[in-house]
């Protein structure tokens, strides 16, 4: 049985949901759904059960991610760990899941965006012009260049860049790498990317249409892989088969519900590769996983 505090706790992260909506006037149906929960339910169920009266509820995607992080906060990580057998619906409800962060994300990206490239201002620091969102994205991987050791014309290879490759700025800015190449499927997000580096003034950033699961890593120096990459497992395999100089290897992993947006694959690492470590949590359950070469 729940203890009185968590189901305060529940609670608020569902109310969290009608007032990003500014539902003050009718209470969401899932949070109605919460006070008919009985009590004798395990917290896993309750957990559950809240967790799909958001995902099938109207509201926009960045309020439903919202109130997921909100819940997710608010409960045991254990409480994630199966989360694939315990919806209703498992790998359907899963993809559900991960279209809903990801409308979020590209949402956020194209917001955030738009906003820098409206700015007069060409040539000036990421931060300088960055909305409040690209910022704290901007900053979330500040704490990288504590673990790696980044020499004069290094290559870095990011795979997975987006529309907003602040991961790739941030090196661009604050390292002398020689040259940074970002990786993405989407041809929108190279084409984005292309413009933010050149009013950025950035000249060592190029910007590649291509899968994470096709290029070649022979001459790369570092590798970064962003959380929203799938199937994250074919490009650490491709990784491990070309990367002849073992680079150093960072993962962006999923943890906790984030498992459920996000491919999770440390447990597919192969015998190749070990974890050494990991960088601070973010608010939507991801963090830098560090990676060391065992062959």
């Known amino acids: 049985m729940p203890e009185k505090n968590e189901g305060i706790s529940y609670g608020r992260a569902i109310v969290s949901l009608s007032r990003q909506c500014n539902c003050n006037s009718k209470l969401p149906v899932f949070l109605l759904t919460f006070l008919k929960i009985p009590m004798h339910r395990s917290e896993k169920s309750v957990h559950i059960g809240l967790l799909e009266e958001i995902m099938e509820s109207n509201f926009p995607a960045e309020a439903k991610i919202n109130s997921m992080v909100d819940l997710a906060n608010a409960s045991k990580p254990e409480v994630w760990e199966s989360i694939e057998s315990d919806l209703k619906d498992g790998k359907k409800s899963l993809e559900c899941l991960r279209n809903i962060y990801s409308d979020y994300i590209l949402g956020m990206e194209s917001i ?135 680079p150093q290897f960072v993962v962006r992993e999923p943890y906790g519900l984030g498992r459920a947006w996000a491919d999770h694959c440390e447990p597919h690492l192969g015998k190749e590769l070990r974890v050494t470590g990991y960088g601070p949590g973010s608010r939507y359950l991801s963090r830098d996983m560090y990676l060391e070469w065992t062959t």
């Open 112 to 246: 955030e965006l738009e906003m820098i490239l409206k700015s007069p201002k060409n040539g000036e620091r990421f931060t300088e012009i960055a909305g409040e969102g690209a910022k704290m994205a901007y900053e979330r991987v500040s704490d990288i260049f504590n673990s790696l050791t980044i020499e004069e014309n290094m290559k870095v290879v990011m795979v997975g860049c987006g529309q907003l490759p602040v991961t790739a700025i941030h090196f661009a800015e604050k390292t002398n790498a020689g040259e940074i190449v970002c990786l993405d499927v989407v041809e929108s997000a190279i084409s984005s990317g292309e413009i933010l580096a050149k009013k950025l003034g950035l000249k060592n950033i190029r910007f590649r249409l291509c899968s994470g699961a096709a290029y070649d890593y022979k001459d790369s120096d570092i590798v970064y892989v962003a959380n929203m990459v799938r199937p994250k497992t074919e490009v650490i395999r491709q990784i491990i088969r070309t990367a002849i100089k073992r």
